[in-house]
Nanobody, 123 residues
Framework: QVQLVESGGGLVQAGGSLRLSCTAS????????MGWFRQAPGKEREFVSG????????AYADSVKGRFTISMDNAKNTMYLQMNSLKPEDTAVYYC????????????????WGQGTQVTVSS
C-alpha cells in the first residue's frame, strides 16, 4: 500500500513562492509517474503538473506554465512542486498522486492519493 504525505502549504501573498513536498512510502519511488492536482472550493479537482518515472519528462497545466516546476528526489522518496509568482487563483488544496504507469498521461489512470495540503494566496 502506497502512502503519500504532502507538506509545505501555507498562506502567502500574491507574487510569493512556496515549495510543496510529497513523500512516498511503501513503494519503489521511481517505478511510476507522479503528479500534482489541486481543488479549489466549489471547483473540480484539476491536473497541475506531472512527471514520468525517469524524472526527465514533465507536463504542466497552461495556468501554471512558467511559474511552477516539478521535480523528484529518488534518494529521498520525495516529489516537489516549486510554485513561484503565486496568484490568488492558485488558492486550493493541493494533492499528490501516483500514476499507474511509468509514462505520464495526465488523464490517468491515477492510483494512490495524499491527504492534501492547503495553499492560500492573498491579494
Amino acid at each position: 500500500q502506497v502512502q503519500l504525505v504532502e507538506s509545505g502549504g501555507g498562506l502567502v501573498q500574491a507574487g510569493g513562492s512556496l515549495r510543496l513536498s510529497c513523500t512516498a512510502s511503501g513503494r519503489t519511488f521511481s517505478s511510476t509517474a507522479m503528479g500534482w492536482f489541486r481543488q479549489a472550493p466549489g471547483k473540480e479537482r484539476e491536473f497541475v503538473s506531472g512527471i514520468d518515472s525517469s524524472g526527465y519528462n514533465a507536463a504542466y497545466a497552461d495556468s501554471v506554465k512558467g511559474r511552477f516546476t516539478i521535480s523528484m528526489d529518488n534518494a529521498k522518496n520525495t516529489m516537489y512542486l516549486q510554485m513561484n509568482s503565486l496568484k490568488p487563483e492558485d488558492t486550493a488544496v493541493y494533492y499528490c498522486a501516483t500514476h499507474v504507469y511509468a509514462i505520464l498521461r495526465p488523464g490517468g489512470p491515477w492510483g494512490s492519493w495524499g491527504q492534501g495540503t492547503q495553499v492560500t494566496v492573498s491579494s
